[in-house]
């Protein structure tokens, strides 16, 4: 237990250990479901080619993109920082922050190319192959989904002992749905 002074001449205890519940998890699988139900609408509309999906259904796959090519942390990503914020370097948790980081940066970029590959211009001449479309739209939702599952064991791993038993069986319950469509 770390002992700091505090103003007034009074001493802190801070333990820089607090346990984590369940509901501290909620911005993350949020961010989670939000990416699920999208990678499940990638899905249909891959497996709706070499058709052309309807223009509004392009324009809301185009916006829910959009939310992930913004390169800014999503709010579960700054959570995942938060919980696990350490001011020594542990190198197990800077692997496996960073690799998140790293994977939510590959969402983002991919997600652009797809919204310039579903671009009605881009749909309408046929810029990319519907094959090539299919493989961008499978790539996206299958590495999406184990990414999921990969952050999920993260939380487990940096959680450890600090995740209550609801937080833990809520973690456990949704990996073992990350592999299922919704």
């Not at 699920?36 to 223009?55: T, V």
């Not at 999920?152 to 959680?159: K, N, R």
């Amino acid at each position: 237990m770390n002992i700091e002074k505090a103003p007034d001449n009074l001493v802190a205890f801070r333990s820089g250990w607090h346990m984590i519940g369940e509901l501290e998890l909620v911005p993350i699988m949020t961010d989670h479901a939000h990416l699920a139900a999208l990678c499940d609408r990638l899905e249909k509309l891959a497996d709706g080619l070499p058709g052309l999906p309807r223009p509004a259904l392009v324009d809301d796959v185009c916006a829910d993109l959009g939310t992930l090519s913004s390169h800014l942390p999503r709010g579960g990503r700054r959570l995942v920082e938060q919980l696990f914020a350490r001011p020594t370097a542990e190198p197990l948790r800077t692997i496996l922050l960073e690799r998140i980081g790293r994977q939510h940066l590959v969402e983002a970029i991919a997600a652009e190319d797809i919204a310039a590959a579903l671009r009605p211009l881009n749909c309408a001449t046929r810029a990319f192959s519907a094959e090539a479309l299919g493989y961008m739209l499978r790539s996206f939702f299958e590495v999406a989904r184990a990414d999921m599952a990969f952050e999920t064991l993260a939380l487990l791993t940096l959680g450890g002992n600090r995740l209550t038993n609801e937080a833990n069986a809520f973690l456990v319950g949704r990996l073992s749905g990350c592999g299922s469509r919704s």
